[in-house]
């Protein structure tokens, strides 16, 4: 069973960046996708970006386009979220999510991922 540990969150001025990390405890290469989610208080929870594993098909939600960008590095099993620009409203759990299905589509929508990490906090203040 895929186990995802993410790390890299804080807390952080307005303007200021973060890279999440998320360590997959299988073989990257073996997934079809990898995405991330987040999650504020009282809210749902978002989906904000997705990598396909083995074509260059990254993409981002329009909240935050432009200033998140997903990458994955195979060698290291490793899926990350770069944010720059973060503003308060990008305050939320973040959470690296895969499916082990073998579907070969991966929408940003939480019910076709069946593996989550535990999530790891953002707080950006003004």
């Known amino acids: 069973q895929v186990q995802l540990v993410e790390s890299g969150g804080g807390s952080v001025q307005a303007g200021g960046s973060l890279r999440l990390s998320c360590e997959v405890s299988?073989?990257?290469?073996?997934?079809?996708?990898f995405a991330w989610f987040r999650q504020a208080p009282g809210k749902g929870r978002e989906g904000v970006a997705r990598?396909?594993?083995?074509?260059?098909?990254?993409f981002v939600a329009r909240s935050v386009e432009g200033r998140f960008t997903s990458s994955l590095d195979v060698a290291k099993n490793t899926v990350y979220l770069q944010m720059n620009n973060l503003k308060p409203e990008d305050t939320a759990m973040y959470y690296c999510?895969?499916?082990?299905?073998?579907?070969?589509?991966?929408?940003?929508?939480?019910?076709?991922?069946?593996?989550w990490g535990q999530g790891t906090q953002v707080t950006v203040s003004s």
């Open positions: 990598t396909y594993t083995h074509r260059d098909n990254g």
């Open positions: 999510a895969t499916r082990t299905d073998g579907i070969r589509y991966c929408p940003l929508d939480r019910a076709e991922y069946n593996a």
């Open positions: 299988i073989d990257t290469a073996s997934s079809v996708c």
